[in-house]
Antibody, heavy 121, light 107 residues
């Protein structure tokens, strides 16, 4: 079954860190670029980060550059998002989303169900 | 960054209606535009890519058009399953950006 399953969400204090994971199955993970997209409660979608299939290129949204880091383990078919210096405005459901190409076509043809990160004291 | 603006923000319609949602980009994005449907508590679902290409498995009542800076998503005959929020997204350049969403409600 083709799917993406996120984990690692929870409540974290402002200034803290959290690592999200996204387990992929049912497709050749190492052949596709991957993304993180987030959605604050009641708000729209915001693209967070992209990583190429081989990990050679990474791009970040303006609001997370310097604080978040995307990575992947193709042998474990898992995508990661390391989030540091978290702020209240980072509170959101975080989705991992597959790109239809290895280099980054730019749109998202498969999404996970998301994991909620709440930044609060 | 490229700003994406959708209109309207909310749309009230009845089953069987023809529905059109507009998305405007702050600068040209050629045809590098996707449309997604999202239902409450669910992940978004890809409907259209490259402005007018229908994703596999998506009903043919959905169609997309446009290029440059102005795009439309049309639902030819609204079905009960189509009441949802729709987002456009540009992928001409980084950072990828989304419109603010259009909620299609039951009239």
């Amino acid at each position: 079954q083709v799917q993406l399953v996120e984990s690692g969400g929870g409540v974290v204090q402002p200034g803290g860190s959290q690592r999200l994971s996204c387990a992929a199955s049912g497709f050749t993970f190492r052949s596709y670029g991957m993304n993180w997209v987030r959605q604050a409660p009641g708000k729209g979608l915001e693209w967070v980060a992209f990583i190429r299939s081989d990990g050679s290129k990474k791009y970040y949204g303006d609001s997370v550059t310097g604080r978040f880091s995307i990575s992947r383990d193709n042998s474990e078919t898992t995508l990661y998002l390391q989030m540091n210096s978290l702020r209240a405005e980072d509170t959101a459901v975080y989705y991992c989303a597959k790109d239809p190409s290895n280099y980054g076509s730019g749109y998202f043809d498969l999404w996970g169900r998301g994991t909620l990160v709440t930044v609060s004291s | 960054d490229i700003q994406m603006t959708q209109s309207p923000s909310t749309l009230s319609a009845s089953v069987g209606d023809r529905v059109t949602i507009t998305c405007r980009a702050s600068q040209t994005i050629n045809s590098w535009l996707a449309w997604y449907q999202q239902k409450p508590g669910k992940a978004p679902k890809l409907l259209i890519f490259k402005a007018s290409s229908l994703e596999s498995g998506v009903p043919s009542r959905f169609s997309g058009s446009g290029s440059g800076t102005e795009f439309t998503l049309t639902i030819s005959s609204l079905q009960p399953d189509d009441f949802a929020t729709y987002y456009c997204q540009q992928y001409n350049s980084y950072p990828r950006t989304f419109g603010q969403g259009t909620k299609v409600e039951i009239k």
